[in-house]
């Protein structure tokens, strides 16, 4: 089954409850992890719902990442400054030197508006990773 995305936001009906919800959740706490049994819309629920939701808002900057196979600690660095060179019109400095901490302290002090970043599909990284990578070293630290 493929998930909808955040283009198929005007196919994705009927879970508004649970869109708000969860939306909800996230403003509540600064980590949320949404789970359930296999195949019953999670992604769909965050991409076409929950993340279509936040981004029509003027005070969120939502990142969305869900490529677990390769470098994930690189490639989430590089998805967070994009988005908030994107966001706010300013080059964001390299991320090669600062831990994940840092980069998400540095690229949310540009802001105006608060960082979101909705790691979709999480289950994969431990799929493609060992236990003790860089992800797996500096995720805790900057989830606190």
Known sequence: MIPYEADDALF???REKETRLIAANLFASPL???YGASRVGKSSILRAGVINHLRARDD???VEFH????????DLQAAIAGAVASASGQDVPPTDSTSLAENLAACTARL??????????FEEYFLYHPQDDA???EFPTAVM
């Open 12 to 14: 994705f009906f009927g």
């Open 32 to 34: 949320t992890l949404l």
């Open 60 to 62: 969120v900057l939502v």
């Open 67 to 74: 490529t677990w196979q390769t470098e994930p600690l690189g």
């Open 112 to 121: 105006d508006r608060r960082l979101m970043v909705i790691l979709d599909q």
């Open 135 to 137: 992800f797996a070293q």
